[in-house]
């Protein structure tokens, strides 16, 4: 099994101006954000297609 590489985070670029009173989005802040989103499956889901409303079931053996 392949080990996944840790994230690493990247020295700021001299190259690059910030306006005064703006710092860049910290770790945490970003973490903060990701955990207050809702959440997601990883993959799509399938639809249930067993149960009262299945079409393929006679509804009327029900009754």
């Known amino acids: 099994m392949k080990r ?3 994230a690493s ?4 670029d001299a190259d ?3 306006m005064a009173g703006i ?3 910290s770790v945490g802040e970003r ?5 207050a989103q809702p ?3 990883r993959r799509e889901q399938r639809p249930l297609d067993i ?3 299945n079409p393929m ?7």
């Open 39 to 41: 959440m997601q499956p």
């Open 16 to 18: 690059q101006i910030t």
């Open 9 to 12: 985070v990247t020295p700021a």
């Open 4 to 6: 996944k590489d840790l």
């Open 57 to 63: 079931r006679d509804q009327l053996e029900m009754f």
């Open 23 to 25: 710092a860049p989005v």
């Open 31 to 35: 973490l903060g954000w990701l955990a």
């Open 51 to 53: 149960g009262f409303w």
